[in-house]
């Protein structure tokens, strides 16, 4: 009878790398797991849970078996015309094969046909028109130590590991020496038990045990002692001072934040940075949440500033109050717990008033020149070696902008346009922006608002990079917003203009994100802009010859983003394409209000058979040369076709007129009484008439009925849907 326990498996290194500390637990217990399931160690409904600490990669896998079961395997080995000669006998080419197969495989084809009742044997089974001689055998199922090695070297091998370091390890044996190791981190310990019982493994150059160590100050026994395998994470934390598993220890630094912040009151709260709690729950093996503070006098400076340098550089949480302003509060996760924390609150508050200070130097510094005086100064930064410098690139967006606010038509609006796309550049000069990349814009509003720029342009220059990852918010102001379209306009037809394409995952000028920023503007501003005019505009703003003819495929790059992203918004596939190639729609602001139509239309019982005539239609039509849609009513003979044109008269005004209203929704439903007519035609009249007058006349009311049906959507793209 296979034993059945659980396993646990531990290394313990030297510090991890933080940001990837999470991913490398989940990929060594993941990996380990189904290297055990592979060898059949483990049942497919057995559970393992990963652990990831500073200094250790751990995982406990349910339910693994001592030894494997047995395997039963068939081999083919060649056709029966091949193995035997005319009299029957193994033909050499079969003793040959059976000799590599094994001994027990050579033994069999001696007795051959006699003694093939066993486990292993030799067979004869048809395959499609032939028949083929088989080797059955049984494989001795893997014991716990080989299939633990096995997987264990795997899973270290797979890890996703930012960056190899190689050091030396001094070999175990009586001649002294060397080895080298490649890991991540030079490593110390290997945990493995079965149970209660060591199994006997190596990797890294290490053996392995039963004890780890603990935290390098707290732990109250060293080494650590795992008596069993399920006792691992309690053990660990009782005897070592150390949360190992990295949910675990996220949870409990949440917690005490929010501790923290009850207890301050007054509606305080801690940056809700993801990315940050992450890294901290990286850097600490048992949190310990202090409130710490700095001088009010800072909070004179922006408060991007300086919540960017405590969580940048020092991995602290600012502390904002009720209404989401800076306090001179922060809180430290530490990775100890005196009784004294005195000495750590205090080695703290010294370590962020520098940084502080730099940043107040930097600000006050940065608006001792206006950003009008560093304009010239954007000529000497290169922005890309085929674009030119950054001046080349703002007069580009300056051109832009300037064209999309003509196109708005607001001279008041031009104006503001003009000023900030002049500006919007210049604080990539400032000392601020040179020490933190990341508030590039930020500061540029600041500053602008210091040289009395007013707000309009201020916070078009703050917000012209927004959208700036998916679900940020989009320009709150229309200056905003056309500086933001120009400058992604100006980024999308640049790089596609010089064959910067984004390939497969690989997108290093973020222009994926760059167009789904033009997408979600033109649609959810409901701005009304051609997106063919908008790429005519920014092919204009380059000096003719710079760029190759790419604007069809930067129009249909656009175009997938914007499928995509309205399926994002709960769409079907057929919903979306129905509505974004309806016929003569020069913008998308009115796409949210055909979607809606065309997701009203669906749902109407007679929308199956009018999508599948419309599309009938369209592929008639598309055999003929451009259709007159006028209809001459002396033409119509057949009593079908006389109804049809009845319905349209008495329908398509009323449609008409709805589609004016741009009250899509209605407009489509009144269309849906064409139902009958439409399939009755199809049924009685032929199309394709003898007489050619009759003919015409005939795909003059089809031509005509295609135009109705398909102002809101085109509808033919519906036809199989749901």
């Given at each position: 009878m296979i034993s059945r326990e659980n396993l646990l498996v531990e290394l313990l290194v030297e510090e991890l790398p933080p940001k990837a500390l999470e991913n490398l637990g989940n990929a060594f217990g993941r990996t380990l797991a189904q290297e055990l399931h592979s060898q059949g160690l483990v049942a497919d409904a057995s559970a393992h849970t990963t652990f990831a600490s500073p200094r250790r990669l751990a995982v406990h896998?349910?339910?693994?078996?001592?030894v494997a079961p047995d395997v039963p395997e068939s081999k083919k080995l060649m056709p029966v015309k091949v193995a035997f000669d005319t009299q029957g006998k193994p033909s050499v080419a079969l003793t040959k094969k059976a000799q590599a197969m094994g001994p027990r495989c050579a033994d069999l084809l001696q007795t051959w046909p006699d003694g093939q009742d066993g486990a292993d044997r030799l067979f004869v089974q048809r395959d499609g028109k032939d028949e083929f001689l088989y080797y059955a055998s049984v494989l001795p199922g893997a014991d716990i130590r080989a299939g633990l090695q096995r997987a264990l070297q795997t899973a270290i091998e797979r890890l996703p590991i930012p960056k190899v370091m190689t050091y030396q390890l001094q070999d175990n044996c009586a001649l002294p020496g060397w080895s080298s190791v490649s890991f991540v981190r030079p490593a110390h310990g290997v945990v493995a038990l079965h149970g209660a019982t060591v199994v006997p493994v190596q990797a890294l150059g290490l053996q392995s045990g039963n004890t780890?160590?603990?935290?390098?100050?707290?732990?109250?026994?060293?080494?650590?002692?795992?008596?069993?395998?399920?006792?691992?994470?309690?053990?660990?934390?009782?005897?070592?001072?150390?949360?190992?598993?990295?949910?675990?220890?996220?949870?409990?630094?949440v917690r005490q934040l929010g501790a923290a912040c009850e207890r301050l009151g007054g509606g305080v709260h801690a940056v809700d940075d993801p990315a940050l709690l992450d890294e901290v729950t990286a850097l600490v093996e048992r949190p310990n949440v202090l409130v710490c503070s700095f001088d009010e006098q800072f909070l004179e400076v922006p408060q991007e500033c300086l919540i960017l340098t405590m969580k940048a550089n020092q991995k602290y949480f600012p502390l904002l109050d009720a209404s989401h302003r800076l306090t001179n509060r922060f809180l430290v996760v530490s990775n100890i717990s005196p009784s004294d924390t005195s000495a750590v609150v205090g080695g703290n508050e010294r370590v962020v008033r520098p940084r502080l200070a730099d940043a107040r130097f930097f600000f006050d510094q940065d608006r001792k020149r206006s950003l009008m005086s560093r304009v010239e100064g954007l000529s000497r930064v290169v922005y890309h070696n085929k674009l030119g410098s950054q001046g080349e690139r703002m007069q580009r967006v300056r051109s832009i902008a300037d064209a999309l606010a003509g196109e708005l038509g607001d001279r008041d609006?031009?104006?503001?346009?003009?000023?900030?796309?002049?500006?919007?550049?210049?604080?990539?000069?400032?000392?601020?922006?040179?020490?933190?990349?990341?508030?590039?814009?930020?500061?540029?509003?600041?500053?602008a608002r210091h040289d009395g720029m007013g707000d309009a342009v201020a916070m078009a220059i703050e917000d012209h990079y927004k959208p700036r990852f998916a679900g940020d918010a989009l320009p709150r102001t229309t200056v905003g917003l056309v500086l933001a379209l120009a400058d992604k306009l100006e980024t999308l037809v640049g790089m596609f203009g010089i064959g910067n394409l984004p390939t497969g995952d690989k997108d290093p000028f973020a222009l994926r994100r760059h167009a789904l920023g033009v997408v979600r503007m033109l649609v959810e501003r409901a701005l009304p802009l051609a997106p063919v005019r908008l790429v005519e505009m920014g092919f204009a703003a380059f000096p003719p010859g710079l760029l190759k003819d790419v604007a069809e495929p930067l129009g249909q790059f656009l175009v997938e983003r914007l499928k995509g992203y309205l399926r994002d918004g709960g769409h079907t596939g057929a919903e979306v394409d129905a509505a974004i190639h309806a016929q003569g729609m020069a913008h998308w602001a009115e796409l949210p209000l055909r979607l809606s139509a065309v997701r009203a239309f669906a749902a109407l019982p007679e929308a199956p058979a009018l999508a599948a005539a419309n599309k009938r239609i369209g592929n008639i039509l598309k055999k003929v040369s451009p259709v007159d849609p006028h209809v001459s009513e002396v033409l119509l003979r057949?009593?079908?076709?006389?109804?049809?044109?009845?319905?349209?008269?008495?329908?398509?005004?009323?449609?008409?007129?709805?589609?004016?209203?741009?009250?899509?929704?209605?407009?489509?439903?009144?269309?849906?009484?064409?139902?009958?007519?439409v399939d009755a035609f199809f049924e009685q009249v032929m199309v394709n008439a003898p007489e050619m007058d009759l003919r015409l006349n005939r795909l003059g009311l089809l031509q005509a009925l295609h135009n109705a049906m398909n102002r809101v959507a085109d509808l033919s793209r519906l036809d199989g849907q749901g």
């Open positions: 896998v349910r339910d693994v078996a001592t780890t160590i603990g935290h390098r100050f707290e732990a109250a026994r060293h080494p650590v002692v795992i008596a069993h395998a399920d006792a691992y994470a309690e053990t660990l934390e009782r005897d070592g001072a150390v949360i190992a598993g990295f949910a675990a220890r996220r949870a409990e630094i609006l031009l104006a503001d346009v003009d000023m900030a796309a002049q500006l919007a550049k210049t604080d990539l000069l400032t000392d601020m922006v040179g020490e933190f990349p990341e508030l590039q814009g930020i500061m540029g509003g600041y500053y057949e009593p079908a076709e006389q109804a049809l044109h009845a319905a349209m008269l008495q329908c398509a005004p009323q449609a008409e007129a709805q589609f004016a209203d741009k009250d899509y929704t209605a407009s489509l439903q009144t269309l849906a009484a064409l139902r009958a007519p």
